[in-house]
């Protein structure tokens, strides 16, 4: 069959899918619709029309997979907007709070604390912070582990103190 014919036969079955598509829909828009979209695909595809086939019975499967694909998108994107109407205000106050402003402030006073810490505190504290580790402080300032542990230790204790107004739920 030559693509004139097929697109005859095609036409002719308009009838027939706009029932079966209103079973699916419901709806005569909606019906009219998807049989439009089936004969689209029905002849973008005609090529992968074999002949012998029931013409019908392929155009049938094409408008209840296009359905079938409608009805999926449509709900995965409903799931999506109920999803984002269920956003509660405490997370929009979280959201909210997290910015780059915020952030530099933070680091602000963090850098601030930092620099009032004594030079003992201070040193092996940072070198902690980089990832050396207490044998390693101690050997590079020739102090026993026990005097870099509790040098990191009053330093973390001297920074909670003055960045208390940042801790979460105290």
């Known amino acids: 069959m030559n693509k004139i014919e097929f697109n005859t036969k095609v036409v002719q079955e308009v009838s027939s899918l706009s029932s079966y598509a209103f079973y699916f829909t419901r709806d005569e828009e909606n019906a009219n619709d998807l049989v439009q979209d089936t004969v689209l695909k029905a002849f973008s595809y005609y090529n992968k029309f074999k002949d012998g086939t029931n013409l019908q019975a392929w155009l049938y499967t094409i408008l209840k997979n296009t359905f079938i694909n409608y009805y999926r998108r449509k709900v995965k994107t409903n799931a999506i907007i ?27 006073d963090i850098e601030g604390a930092l620099s009032k810490l004594a030079e003992e505190y201070y040193y092996p504290f940072s070198m902690y912070y980089e990832g050396y580790k207490y044998h390693e402080i101690a050997e590079y300032f020739q102090i026993p582990i026990g005097t870099v542990k509790t040098r990191i230790h009053v330093a973390r204790q001297q920074l909670k103190k003055k960045l208390k107004p940042y801790a979460i739920g105290k």
């Open 82 to 108: 109920l999803k984002s109407d269920t956003i509660s205000s405490s997370d929009l106050y979280k959201s909210s709070l997290r910015n780059g402003a915020e952030s530099k402030f933070v680091m602000e």
